[in-house]
C-alpha cells in the first residue's frame, strides 16, 4: 500500500502531542477509533504518530484499531521525546533508538514500522550515530524507510550520505513557511516533503477572531506558546483576507489553507490533526481544489 496524500495524525491520541503535562488527555481512545474510522472510510491510509504521544497510548490504540478492524495503514512513528515523561530519558543515541523502536513495534502490534523518523535532531548525540542506528533497524528489517522531522538542509546533508533519507516532515503552512531552499533541496534529492501543522494549530480554520474570546478547549487555552506569535494585528488582518479568498471561492478557509499546500507539487502529503470526524472534510475537499502557481503566490502575499 503506498502512502496516501493525505496522512491522518495522531498526535491528540491520549494527550496533546508528546507533553507529559497532557498525558491521558486529547482524545479518548473510543474518540481516536471513530477519528481512524472515518480516514480509513475517506481513503486515508496512512496514519502519523510517535511513541511518546500521550505516553504510548497513541501507538497502543492504532494497534488495537489495527487488530479489531483488520486494517493495516501505513504508519509512521517517531522517536526522541521519554514514553513516560522523563526528561533523563530522551534523545537519539544508538542504545536509545534500538531500544525505542522495539516499545513502538510491541504497543502498535506490528514486526516492522513503515516509516521511521526522528521527532528532531539531538544536540547531545552526533548525527553519524543517529543516522547509523536508524539505518540498522532498516538493515535488521524493523523499519521499511527512515526520515526526519523538525531538521534543515545541513542536517540533512550530513545524514545523507550515512543512509538513505526518504522523508522529511516539517511545519509548513500558510502562516509557518519551512525554509525557502529546503522543498527544492527534497524534491531534487528524490525525499519526499510532508507538512505537518497545516492550519497552524487552527489559526488557518477561522476560530479565532480579532478581539473575540479564545474558543474553550482549543490550542491557545491548552498549549499556546507555539502560536502566542501569531495574536497580531496584521495575522488577523491576512485571516480576513485568506477568509474574503475562501468565499470567493465559495469554500471555507481551511479548504483553501489545505488546497494551498496540496497543489504544490513540493509537498507529497499533509499531515491533519483533526480532533473531530468531521475535521476532515476540509482536507478531503481540498483535493479537488486545484490552484495554480499564481493563485498560490497570491494567497501567500495575504501574510506579509
Given at each position: 500500500?503506498?502512502?496516501?496524500?493525505?496522512?491522518?495524525?495522531?498526535?491528540?491520541?491520549?494527550?496533546?502531542?508528546?507533553?507529559?503535562?497532557?498525558?491521558?488527555?486529547?482524545?479518548?481512545?473510543?474518540?481516536?477509533?471513530?477519528?481512524?474510522?472515518?480516514?480509513?472510510?475517506?481513503?486515508?491510509?496512512?496514519?502519523?504518530?510517535?511513541?511518546?504521544?500521550?505516553?504510548?497510548?497513541?501507538?497502543?490504540?492504532?494497534?488495537?484499531?489495527?487488530?479489531?478492524?483488520?486494517?493495516?495503514?501505513?504508519?509512521?512513528?517517531?522517536?526522541?521525546?521519554?514514553?513516560?515523561?522523563?526528561?533523563?530519558?530522551?534523545?537519539?543515541?544508538?542504545?536509545?533508538?534500538?531500544?525505542?523502536?522495539?516499545?513502538?513495534?510491541?504497543?502498535?502490534?506490528?514486526?516492522?514500522?513503515?516509516?521511521?523518523?526522528?521527532?528532531?535532531?539531538?544536540?547531545?548525540?552526533?548525527?553519524?550515530?543517529?543516522?547509523?542506528?536508524?539505518?540498522?533497524?532498516?538493515?535488521?528489517?524493523k523499519v521499511g524507510e527512515i526520515g526526519a522531522s523538525n531538521v534543515d538542509r545541513a542536517w540533512l546533508e550530513e545524514a545523507m550520505p550515512i543512509a538513505p533519507i526518504a522523508v522529511v516532515q516539517n511545519s509548513h503552512s500558510l502562516l509557518d513557511r519551512a525554509e525557502g531552499e529546503l522543498l527544492p533541496f527534497?524534491?531534487?534529492?528524490?525525499?519526499?516533503?510532508?507538512?505537518?501543522?497545516?492550519?497552524?494549530?487552527?489559526?488557518?480554520?477561522?476560530?479565532?477572531?480579532?478581539?473575540?474570546?479564545?474558543?474553550?478547549?482549543?490550542?491557545?487555552?491548552?498549549?499556546?506558546?507555539?502560536?502566542?506569535?501569531?495574536?497580531?494585528?496584521?495575522?488577523?488582518?491576512?485571516?480576513?483576507?485568506?477568509?474574503?479568498?475562501?468565499?470567493?471561492?465559495?469554500?471555507?478557509?481551511?479548504?483553501?489553507?489545505?488546497?494551498?499546500?496540496?497543489?504544490?507539487?513540493?509537498?507529497?502529503?499533509?499531515?491533519?490533526?483533526?480532533?473531530?470526524?468531521?475535521?476532515?472534510?476540509?482536507?478531503?475537499?481540498?483535493?479537488?481544489?486545484?490552484?495554480?502557481?499564481?493563485?498560490?503566490?497570491?494567497?501567500?502575499?495575504?501574510?506579509?
Amino acid at each position: 500500500m503506498r502512502e496516501s496524500r493525505l496522512i491522518l495524525g495522531c498526535g491528540n491520541f491520549g494527550g496533546i502531542g508528546s507533553a507529559p503535562a497532557f498525558f491521558g488527555q486529547g482524545e479518548d481512545e473510543q474518540q481516536a477509533f471513530a477519528l481512524m474510522d472515518a480516514a480509513w472510510d475517506l481513503g486515508i491510509t496512512s496514519f502519523d504518530t510517535a511513541d511518546a504521544y500521550g505516553g504510548g497510548r497513541s501507538e497502543s490504540w492504532i494497534g488495537r484499531w489495527m487488530t479489531d478492524r483488520g486494517r493495516r495503514p501505513q504508519v509512521t512513528t517517531k522517536v526522541f521525546h521519554s514514553v513516560v515523561g522523563d526528561p533523563a530519558d530522551e534523545g537519539l543515541s544508538r542504545e536509545r533508538i534500538l531500544r525505542q523502536i522495539d516499545g513502538s513495534l510491541e504497543r502498535l502490534g506490528i514486526e516492522r514500522a513503515d516509516t521511521y523518523l526522528i521527532h528532531e535532531p539531538d544536540p547531545e548525540t552526533p548525527i553519524a550515530e543517529t543516522v547509523g542506528a536508524l539505518r540498522e533497524l532498516v538493515e535488521s528489517g524493523k523499519v521499511g524507510e527512515i526520515g526526519a522531522s523538525n531538521v534543515d538542509r545541513a542536517w540533512l546533508e550530513e545524514a545523507m550520505p550515512i543512509a538513505p533519507i526518504a522523508v522529511v516532515q516539517n511545519s509548513h503552512s500558510l502562516l509557518d513557511r519551512a525554509e525557502g531552499e529546503l522543498l527544492p533541496f527534497c524534491r531534487d534529492r528524490g525525499i519526499r516533503f510532508t507538512a505537518f501543522g497545516p492550519l497552524s494549530g487552527g489559526w488557518l480554520s477561522g476560530k479565532y477572531r480579532r478581539s473575540e474570546p479564545l474558543p474553550p478547549g482549543s490550542r491557545m487555552t491548552l498549549r499556546p506558546e507555539p502560536y502566542a506569535h501569531l495574536d497580531d494585528d496584521a495575522v488577523y488582518g491576512g485571516l480576513e483576507r485568506l477568509d474574503d479568498a475562501a468565499r470567493q471561492r465559495g469554500v471555507d478557509m481551511p479548504t483553501l489553507a489545505f488546497a494551498w499546500l496540496l497543489s504544490d507539487p513540493l509537498v507529497a502529503g499533509v499531515v491533519l490533526g483533526p480532533r473531530r470526524p468531521d475535521h476532515l472534510d476540509p482536507a478531503i475537499s481540498a483535493l479537488d481544489l486545484a490552484l495554480t502557481e499564481t493563485e498560490r503566490d497570491e494567497l501567500a502575499s495575504l501574510f506579509p
